[in-house]
Every structure is written in C-alpha cells, then in structure tokens.
C-alpha cells in the first residue's frame, strides 16, 4: 500500500479525490460578498437606526462570517462529515468511551416540541411532561445504581467528579473537618486527580498491584484521618472489577474517608450489580457512554451523580421535589448545598435520550447489553491473547487491556497498531491509557457489535500482527489510505494556528 | 433486545470458543453477596412506538404554541432547519473526540471554523474549542484570570446573571479565592465609582456581562479602564450571542466567556447549551479546554489537529488548566452551521429585528397605566425590565390566559426590585404579542 498521491494535473481541476472524501476548503475560503443563506420573515414593528438607539456601544466593524448560499452549505458540511469515522460506519473500540449503538428514536423524542422549545424559566404548572421525565429518568438511575438519591445537573462526567468531591467535601466539613487528601489509583482516568485539584484536595497516589487492581495493605497504610476519600474506578480501567471491593469500603469507612466511584465503567455492570449494594457512597454516570446518548465529536454529554442518603442535604440546587397536590416543583431551599454547578438544570436534551434507552431496554435489556459488552471482550480477548501480550491475567469485564511488548522488539509501538487499523476500517482503540500498563492497546468493543464485526476486528489486529513481524514499515508509517496522512503535531503546538485569517 | 446484534447459538458459540459454560462464568469475579438476582426495577421493554407515544404524551403536558417573553439566559431563536439536517449525520453525531486526526478531520475541521467566527465575533484573537455552557465558562475564566495574574480576588458585578454568580462561588469555594459583588446604578448599569473602590492590587478578574442580566449594556472601555489600571483582568459574559451583530465586541476585555445557545440550539429546559472562551494571544496557554490548530501531513497537505494538550487533564492529571474533557461540540457544530447560515450581513440584519422588537416592546408596555420602564437612559439589546403597580403573578395568570408567557420575576434575586420583571423579545415574537401582553398589563389596574 501507497499513500494516494495528488498528481497536481487534477489539482488544477479541483476534484481531486473520490467522491466521499471530495477536498473541501474552509467555509471562510468559499465565502462571496452578497450571497445569503437566510431571509427574515418582515419586520412588524417600526425600523430603528442602532446608532441612535446604541450610541458609542453600536458595532461598527462586521464579524467576518463567511458567506454563502444554502446548498453550499449542506455540501461544505456534508462532506466535512466524510471525512470522520463514526460508530455508524463501523467499529468504535475505544477502551473507557463505550462508544456504543446511538439510538435514533432518542433523537427523534429529544426534539419533540413541547420538550425541545421549553424554556427553563417556564412556570413549573406549564413544565410537569418535561418534569415527569426528568422524574422518571432519576428513578431509574437510582434503581440501577443501588443508591438513594441523584442530582442530574453537572454536564459531563468531569463536570460530575467536580460535583460528587464536592458533595464529600461538604458532608466532611459539616462532621467538622474538611480533611485534606484524595487517594487516586494509578490507573485512574487523567479527570480524577484534576477534579481533586480543584476541589482543594491533594492527591496522593496509590500504586496497583500485580493484578493491576486495589492494593489493600498499600490503602490502609495509606487511608488516614486526613484522608477525604478514594476515587476508585470499577471495573477498573484495566476492565478488571475489583474483587475486594468490599474490604476496600471498609478500609475507608473504618477511618472515616468516602468511596468515590468513577462510573465510566457502568456499561460492565448495569442490572448485574450495582455500586450502592458495594459500599459506594458517591458515583458518577456519563449518559454519554452507559446510556447510548451520542458522544458527537466529544460532547455533549451528561454526568448525574447519585448518592447515599446522608449526602442528599449537600447536593446541588435545585433539587427536584414533588408538592402535596402531586406536581413536582423545584426546591431551592437548600441551606446545606453546595451551590449550583451549571445554571438551569442540566443537559435535559440529553435526560430525554437516556430515558428513552432505557425504556427501549427494560429491565431484560439493560442485563442482556451488559452481559454482551462482556461477551465481546473476552472474546476478543480469547481471539487475540496469543499474538499480543496480555499484561494482567486477571478476567475481563467489558474491556480488554493488552500491551505493545512483543511489537516493540520489532519497533513498532501501540500508536503505530492503531494508525493501521485505520487502514483495516476501523477506528483505534484506546493508546498509551491506563499508565500503568506500558505501550497499552485498551479495547472495548461495547454489545454492539455483531459476531461478524468483531471477527473483521480479530482478523485485522491478527493481520497487523502479522505485518508487524514481516514487514514493520508498513504499519510503522500507517495510515496508508486515509484523505490525508500523519498530521505534524510538533508543528501545530509550536507555532499555534487556532484560527483562519484573510491572507 | 433490538439494538443487540446477537443470535442466542451465536452468543453460545462465543462463550464455547471463550471456554466457559455460561454467562455468568465471565460475572464470576463479583462477589455472589452483591450479584443481583431479580429484574431492575425500571418500565418493562417497550416498542418503539410505545416509547414515542410516551414522550408524546409528557410533551403535552407542556405547554406549546404560546408566545413566550422568557429570556434571561436562554433565548428563542428561529433555529435554520438544516441544522438539525446536518448534526444528525452519523458522521457527526457518532464520532468521538478527534483524538485520531486522521479519521475525524471533519469535526477538527468544523471546530476550527466555529473557533474563527467565535473570535471574529468577539474581536479576540483565538476562541477554544467550548465549554459546558456560559455559566461554566463564566467561572472557568475568573480561573484562568488568576493563573494569568497569580491574584485571588475577583470583582463581579451583580448584573451578572444570577445563576452564574451562584456557580462562581460553588467554583470557587474551595480555592481561597474572594469575590466582592458591585452594585448596578439607577440606569441599570455596573456603579463606576463603586468597581473603582473595589478593585485592587490584589484583584485577579473583574467579571461583568454585556448585556447584562438586565439586557442592558455595560461602558466596557470604562470598566477595562478601571480593571486594568489596577493590573486586573477584564472577564466579559455574553450570555445573548446574537447581540454580537449588532452591539460593540468588547474588545478591551482579556477573556470573553460566550452562551452560544442563541446561535442556533434548541431552549430544551436549559440544556444542552454550548459554551465558549475567547482570549488574547498572549494568554493561550492558561485557556481550559480543548484546541484545535491547524498544521500539515508528510505530504504537505493542511490538516488540523487538537493541540497543546500538555494543558489538559489527560497529560497534566492535577496540573491541569481545568478537569474538563467532554465539552459540546455537537453543539458548537449547531453554532457553527447558524452562525454560516446568518453570515456577515444576515447576523446584523438578526441583531436590528431582536433590537427594534425590543425597542417597540418597551415603548408599548411603558405607555400602559400601572407600569414603569427601569433602567432607562443606557443602551439595550433584546431585554428590558418593567415595574408593574400590580404584583406579577395577578397579571401573569391573565397572560397565561391569554397564550402568552409573560416576563421573569426578579425578586427572587434582586429583592430591591420589588415587582420588577424581565422581558425579551426576540424575533419570533409578532407585534400583536406585544400589543396584547400590553393590554393585559394595563388591565389589571382598570379593574383593580
């Protein structure tokens, strides 16, 4: 395989590559004075002259936004759209992202009129449907979880770590003392320390041990009055859950710290087991990855955090409530709250698409899907853990963690393999992620991929394997067939060009 | 189930060729003690016609095809109906973060164009790639200002949408970080005199909106002044996008924190909503979020690509300018795909209609027996505030009556102002909306 080369003959005519990935400049470059896109309904009232009305404060200079006609626009867009892979072209196997089957019946309800154009500030007699939804979805989530109480507000799963130690916080210093340091796995998601950080914690690290799992001696010489409490990933990050989860609650509570549960991780676990029967006190949910709720080129999303009852005092207003005459309200009076963490009340957009996966499911469902997101990756686990090196030997949940060892004496590394899956039609899976596992190839191929879809990607990563050993190059320089080749990154962060300007 | 693409043999098959007898072999790591052995208790499975006829049915209950003056933070806008055609490509709305630029050049490619309008728009130099929402962004740039200044007090101007203010201080509880509030004056806008006491030598940010929470709007070069001469930075809100066609960039401040909701994204209860940083050069590497740059292959070909990650929670874990990961891009991509629509000369055109609505609103209520226009004599956007003689849920219900959703209470955060509301006409509204909300308002004290 060769990169497709420009012969600079078609440059000249423009069309320069086969119609689905068609070369496409930037809307700004195909901009022409006096060409429109839109027509304003008549104006019903008198004209005015913004210069008189806005004195000093009028705009003089125009933003300059391109300008073009309609079908210019769906095409620049269109075929921008080409030029990226998508879980409905193929498989998406990111490991921790669960890219999964995006409903489109959750599309078509979240744009139902009455719920798309309803204002926030609507009087509460005129909101209960979207109320109820908002209601149901919560029921449902603390049904799933095994915990007591749930805020939907925080907008993405960071968004909810940051609200969740803050929930820990609060409840610590209402018991008197703040304490002062987060305990955070060394395999944990980049967001857990950050989120710690801004919370006013320090973060104190915890090293995995031979299995890649909780190491409980290391905890409990670790876990002191100071300490506010773990952010624990389960399954971890390795898709390995943590066997002794129990004895790691009680290593927290006996010293009075909380069990922070990152659930990035819940598509391993929904209608299985859920985190409050375990000990968890506090746990996020990203409706983006466990709820089918469309990750559309990284957001938005959706981060509700649920909790234990003693935390519920603490949790962001307003906090959903229903009156005696049975119509739900919103209750700011909440004199122990951590405050708002966004205005109004959350991605309701993004409420309406879970629940609507969720009833799709049903309780029969919701276990099938977890049950097949386990089965694929062991299967692909059994199907590829003789041609790259399996680190830890413990079973897999939803996801497989493999290393690049056995590649890397030929010299190509796990970010080499991803670019050549490209080439094999799939998108790479997670590189380099957890930390501990060096040279990482981290997949999790979700319960929605069909037996012939996982045996192309079994296939692909076995032929790679292949290459590796016969011909290194050719995987070392993928991706071979893609618009354009490996983008000079070094370049980009150099000398930062984050804007188009006019030439 | 129907979104599992699996036949039972083909499920047997699988666990066969794993070497287990069943399923729950795989599940056999959880500790039997906490397995769950009965249903989840949530609805049953449903058809798909059952799961649109109940969102049908909670769409119902809320009310539709009522003129609506709400405003305050999230804005009715007619919303292009190629927007909706085009964020629902599966090329869009199933990708992930353009982490592997090779194969997501098309959402680098729209971001990078939605950061060229943002900045163009607010006459900054570079726009990231967004934020959760403006209230987030609001507080995400107070933050950034203390980096920038390493200070920790910031001034914020009680026009500052309330709920904005409230997130602030849930942001910064926990940093050390204090905040003194400035009083607004009789014309609605932030006291001068009053910002000039407050800023000191140890003031990271000044943070005010324009338009305000009162849609009027601020003397930025005045408050910059202010800001500046005390080695502050100036932090401005946008919460009404739209504005921007028509209204004075404010280009003096050193980090502009936009709601882009206007340009183009659906009401939806609040969210989701598409927030956004703007900034001076000189300030990029304290910017939270995600960037993308543009930069070429081996071929010499342009491409982009997301850059100065080192920023970034997923590089720099506690070090980090902010734990942010998912953002909106989607959301961006609506904004991006309105704001082409609209172009240059269209957002103007935009901006004067929401203006003169506006304009004729306020003219109209103020002639009605019983109700005072506040804040008079500064300029204004789409927003305006009227004390009404009668207390606002008597004519409320009236309204309601009569299909129209009236105005924002205002009371529940400025108590000062008694019976004021806050009223927005964007362009959806007609004139015979306006004309009988004026009625209606001037009817309460005929009968009264």
Known sequence: ?503 | MRYLPKSPAEREQMLAEIGVSSIDELFSVIPEEYRLTRDLDVPRQQAESEIIAYFNEEAAKNIIGYASFLGGGAYRHFRPIIIDSLVQRGEFLTSYTPYQAEITQGTLQAIFEFQTMIAELTGMDVANASMYDGSTGAAEAVLMAMRITGRSKAVVARTVHPEYREVLATYLRHRDMATSEVAYTKNGRVDLAALEESVTEETAAVLVQSPNFFGTIEDIPAIAEIAHKKGALLVVSIAEGVSLGIVRPPVEADIVSIEAQSFGVALSYGGPYVGVLATKEKYLRQIPGRLVGQTTDSNGNRGFVLTLSTREQHIRREKATSNICTNQALVALMATIFLTVYGKEGIRELAEHNLAKAAFAAETFKLQSGVKLLFEGAPRFHEFVIDTAEAPPLWSQRLLNEKIVGGIELKKWYPELGNATLWCTTEPIKRKDIEAAAKVLAAGLAEG
């Open chain 1, 1 to 503: 395989m060769s990169t497709i080369e420009t012969p600079a003959v078609n440059k000249a005519i423009g069309k320069v590559r086969p119609h689905q990935t068609q070369n496409e400049r930037l809307v700004f470059e195909k901009s022409s004075p006096g060409k429109k896109a839109y027509k304003l309904a008549p104006l019903d009232v008198p004209e005015v002259d913004p210069e008189a009305l806005l004195g000093d404060a009028v705009r003089k200079d125009p933003p300059g936004l391109p300008e073009l006609s309609e079908i210019e626009i769906i095409r620049h867009f269109t075929r921008l759209s080409t030029w990226n892979y998508a879980i409905d072209l193929g498989m998406y196997p990111l490991g921790s992202c669960t890219m999964k089957y995006n409903p489109r019946v959750n599309e078509w309800v979240s744009r139902i009129r009455g719920l798309a154009e309803a204002h926030p500030y609507r009087p509460d007699s005129l909101a209960q449907g979207i109320l109820n939804i908002i209601d149901l979805l919560q029921k449902c989530l603390i049904e799933i979880t095994g915990m007591d109480t749930i805020t939907l507000q925080p907008a993405a799963g960071a968004h909810g770590e940051f609200t969740g130690i803050l929930l820990v916080r609060a409840w610590h210093e209402s018991q008197g003392n703040a304490r002062k340091k987060i305990i955070i796995p060394d395999s944990a998601h980049g967001t857990n320390p950050a989120t710690a950080a801004i919370c006013g914690y320090q973060v104190e690290n915890l090293k995995s041990n031979a299995e890649g799992g909780i190491d409980l001696e290391a905890l409990t010489a670790q876990v002191d009055e100071e300490t506010a409490a773990l952010m624990l990933t389960n399954p971890s990050t390795i898709g390995v859950f943590e066997e002794q989860i129990h004895k790691i609650a009680d290593i927290l509570h006996d010293k009075g710290a909380l069990l922070y549960m990152d659930g990035a991780n819940m598509n391993a676990l929904v209608g299985k087991v859920r985190p409050g029967d375990f000990g968890v006190d506090v746990m996020h949910l990203n409706l983006h990855k466990t709820f089918s709720t469309p990750h559309g080129g990284g957001g938005p999303g959706s981060g509700p955090v649920a909790c234990k009852k003693f935390l519920e005092p603490f949790l962001p207003t307003p906090v959903l409530v229903q009156d005696e005459n049975g119509m739900k309200t919103w209750n700011y009076d909440r004199p122990q709250s951590v405050g708002r963490v966004r205005a109004f009340y959350g991605n309701t957009g993004m409420f309406i698409r879970a629940l609507a996966y969720i009833l799709a499911n049903g309780p029969d469902g919701l276990r099938q899907t977890t049950e097949d997101a386990v089965l694929n990756a062991n299967y692909i686990r059994k199907k590829l853990e003789d041609v790259y090196e399996l680190p830890y030997k413990t079973p897999s949940m939803h996801e497989v963690v493999f290393s690049d060892k056995k590649q890397v004496a030929k010299g190509v590394k796990t970010g080499d393999i991803a670019k050549r899956l490209i080439d094999y039609g799939f998108h790479p899976y997670t590189v380099s992620f957890p930390l501990i596992v060096p040279g990482a190839l981290m997949i999790e191929p979700t319960e929605s991929e069909s037996l012939e879809e996982l045996d192309l990607f079994i296939d692909a990563m076995r032929s790679i394997a292949k290459e590796v050993e016969e011909t290194p190059e050719l995987v070392k320089s993928a991706p071979h067939s893609t618009r354009i080749s490996r983008l000079d990154e070094v370049k980009a962060a150099r000398k930062p060009v984050l804007r188009w300007k006019p030439e």
